[in-house]
């Protein structure tokens, strides 16, 4: 084969392909989270938390959330750098439900201040 057709299947196979994933990403959904500690059903599920800030316990590499739900939720966030966020600031998580301790915790994956 000529390398011009190789070149124009490879382009068509990709416009599609971004097609195909564009169609996909529009009906992922995050889920709300709930608190049904007793049923664990959020366990490993991708949740959406919106909610006011209570307290920030900054550490080294990591740092410890506590968001004002239904009730306290603790949101870990993983980084290096410092978080730029205060007490009674309203933010929206996006993260992953796992348990620590018999209690549920979201790994968050990203943090937006709503204001």
Same mark, same amino acid.
């Given at each position: 084969?000529?390398?011009?057709?190789? $070149?124009?299947?490879?382009?068509?196979? *990709?416009? +599609?392909?971004?097609?195909? $994933?564009?169609?996909?990403?529009?009906?992922? !959904?995050?889920? *709300?989270? *709930?608190? !049904?500690?007793? $049923?664990?059903?959020?366990?490993? !599920? !991708?949740?959406?938390?919106?909610?006011?800030?209570?307290?920030? /316990?900054?550490?080294?590499? +990591?740092?410890?959330? &506590?968001? *004002?739900? &239904?009730?306290?939720?603790? +949101?870990?966030?993983?980084?290096?750098?410092?978080? /730029?966020?205060?007490?009674? &600031?309203?933010? &929206?998580?996006?993260?992953?439900?796992?348990?620590?301790?018999?209690? /549920?915790?979201?790994?968050?994956?990203?943090?937006?201040?709503?204001?």
């Amino acid at each position: 084969m000529k390398e011009t057709t190789l $070149l124009k299947i490879a382009l068509i196979c *990709s416009l +599609v392909g971004l097609f195909v $994933l564009f169609i996909i990403s529009t009906r992922i !959904d995050l889920k *709300s989270y *709930s608190q !049904d500690i007793v $049923l664990n059903k959020n366990i490993g !599920d !991708d949740v959406q938390l919106t909610g006011k800030i209570i307290k920030i /316990n900054q550490r080294e590499n +990591v740092a410890f959330i &506590e968001v *004002s739900y &239904e009730n306290p939720v603790t +949101v870990v966030v993983f980084t290096k750098d410092r978080l /730029n966020l205060k007490n009674n &600031e309203t933010i &929206e998580v996006i993260g992953e439900v796992q348990e620590y301790k018999g209690k /549920n915790e979201i790994i968050a994956q990203k943090i937006k201040v709503i204001r």
